[in-house]
Nanobody, 123 residues
């Protein structure tokens, strides 16, 4: 059974940084693209970033490009989201997910969602 567990969220002031982690189990982590998503109250879940199977290629939503960095550690079965220059509009519950179709773009098919971790950015 695939399990994804996010951690690292919290409260931070605007301009600050956080690093989210997503620990994966029950899958062949080294062969699966991964993604980060977020959802704010009253809004649909949106794609944030995706990474290919070996970390050699990434894709970002325009809203976070240049501020967020997705990475992965195959030895730890973990994918990370480094978030810098945070803004109040980044406030959301952040989720990780695995790609179900081998791609890692906003239109890709993702599943096995984690429980999420709350990120709150104060102004």
């Amino acid at each position: 059974q695939v399990q994804l567990v996010e951690s690292g969220g919290g409260l931070v002031q605007a301009g600050g940084s956080l690093r989210l982690s997503c620990a994966a189990s029950g899958l062949t982590f080294g062969s699966v693209p991964m993604g980060w998503f977020r959802q704010s109250p009253g809004k649909e879940r949106e794609f944030v970033a995706g990474i290919n199977w070996n970390g050699g290629s990434t894709y970002y939503a325009d809203s976070v490009k240049g501020r967020f960095t997705i990475s992965r550690d195959g030895a730890k079965n973990t994918v990370y989201l480094q978030m810098n220059s945070l803004k109040p509009e980044d406030t959301a519950v952040y989720y990780c997910a695995r790609s179900l179709d081998g791609t890692y773009y906003p239109t890709s098919n993702f599943g096995s969602w984690g429980q999420g971790t709350q990120v709150t950015v104060s102004s």
